[in-house]
């Protein structure tokens, strides 16, 4: 599985931004997926996930009410909608899968992307 991340891009606190995940290329018909992101200097953490129907969701509190995340399975697409930006989610996002659906909750995805790097100026 190959995924492409992009989107991102320096915006000022306050703004929105869409960040997209592709799956370029594809063994199994669907993936439950999922963004990281990771500051500097932090370790990398879990933001959100979508489960391979997208009936089931996810979210890190930390951004509960600010992020959601979609997929458009037609085009092979994932998104996360970000609103009211703020200089602590600057960090780079990862998007990744699972390798299998019944993996949904573990937070340890086996696919990852090479990520988008997303920075919130005050």
């Known amino acids: 599985v190959q995924l492409q991340a992009s989107g991102g891009g320096l915006v000022q606190t306050g703004d929105s931004l869409r960040l997209s995940c592709a799956i370029v290329?594809?063994?199994?018909?669907?993936?439950?997926m999922y963004w990281f992101r990771q500051a500097p200097g932090k370790e990398r953490e879990f933001v959100t996930a979508?489960?391979?129907?997208?009936?089931?969701?996810d979210y890190a509190d930390s951004v509960k009410g600010r992020v959601t995340i979609s997929r458009d399975n037609s085009i092979d697409t994932m998104y996360l909608q970000m609103n009211s930006l703020k200089p602590e989610d600057t960090a780079v996002y990862y998007c990744?899968?699972?390798?299998?659906?019944?993996?949904?909750?573990?937070?340890?995805?086996?696919?990852w992307g090479q990520g988008t790097l997303v920075t919130v100026s005050s």
């Open positions: 990744a899968a699972d390798m299998y659906a019944s993996d949904w909750g573990t937070h340890d995805p086996a696919y």
């Open positions: 290329r594809r063994t199994v018909r669907s993936y439950n």
């Open positions: 979508v489960d391979w129907s997208g009936s089931r969701l």
